[in-house]
């Protein structure tokens, strides 16, 4: 996988959620492509269709209208193509594993010992360890901590240093900041920037987070009532950032 290449394209999305009384158009017509090496953040306030763009995206919900174009090296087995760290920490993890299994597994999938029964749990663990330090410098788990027992920040740091080992080519983040504090988000921040900069890995971040679009050189694209409205300097960002 080489830099810029399109990975996912929506076209025409629009997804409609049908409830007992009601439809509500969550995403309208929305064209979107995803580039290998892209950070594309998305901000829009609370029910504007972050959640569901990146559930699109994803393949957890299907478009109600549109299509979308998915590169073959996503569907190709046995590699790890697109990581989601949801909105809700406690849905990162699993509860009743500890700190330590967590980044065991986590150096087992990004060292490509997948699947489970060929776990070879051997450099992988110090990367993701060594992440959850660069992460937080105020870590204070211990590593026989349940998953579960964590804080909602701590919970969340574990996961993106999980997700930063396993590196795939799509890491989708919900609200990833919403439990951090200022010095925690800055330290995330600039983390997930320095480990995906140069790297194949495409980062799509969705927030209403301030300090996510103030920590970055890059434009914001904005979705508004499940419509993308300010497209173009997006658009002009990922061209002045491409290869010639
Ligand atoms: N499973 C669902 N069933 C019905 N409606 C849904 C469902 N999921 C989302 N919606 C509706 O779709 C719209 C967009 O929701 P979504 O969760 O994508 O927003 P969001 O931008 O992520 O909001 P927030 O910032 O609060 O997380 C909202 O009006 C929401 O009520
Ligand atoms: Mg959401």
């Given at each position: 996988m080489t830099l810029n290449e399109t990975l996912v394209r929506l076209s025409q999305v629009s997804v409609d959620f049908h409830g007992e009384q009601t439809t509500v158009?969550?995403?309208?017509?929305v064209d979107l492509e995803i580039h290998s090496g892209q950070y594309l953040i998305i901000v829009g306030s609370n029910g504007s269709g972050k959640s569901t763009l990146l559930r699109v995206i994803a393949d957890d919900v299907h478009p109600t209208r549109g299509s979308v174009y998915r590169a073959p090296a996503l569907t190709r087995s046995g590699s790890t193509s697109i990581v989601t760290i949801r909105?809700?920490?406690?849905?990162?993890?699993?509860?009743?594993?500890t700190v330590a299994e967590h980044l065991m597994l986590a150096g087992a999938i990004g060292s490509g010992a997948l699947p489970w029964q060929r776990l070879r749990v051997k450099k992988g663990t110090a990367d993701a360890a060594a992440y959850l330090h660069v992460l937080s410098?105020?870590?204070?788990?211990?590593?026989?901590?349940?998953?579960?027992?964590?804080s909602g920040g701590q919970k969340q740091l574990l996961a993106l240093a999980i997700a930063l080992t396993i590196r795939p080519l799509i890491l989708l983040l919900d609200?990833?900041?919403?439990?951090?504090?200022d010095q925690n988000a800055h330290h995330f921040l600039t983390a997930l920037r320095k480990a995906q900069s140069a790297t194949p890995m495409a980062c799509v971040i969705v927030t209403h987070d301030e300090r996510v679009t103030s920590t970055n050189e890059f434009q914001p694209c904005r979705l508004a009532g499940g419509s993308i409205v300010s497209p173009s300097l997006l658009q002009q960002r990922i061209s002045e950032e491409s290869p010639t």
């Open positions: 158009a969550a995403l309208r017509d909105q809700n920490p406690a849905q990162n993890l699993a509860a009743r594993l410098d105020a870590w204070t788990a211990v590593p026989t901590q349940l998953a579960g027992e964590l609200e990833p900041t919403a439990a951090l504090d």
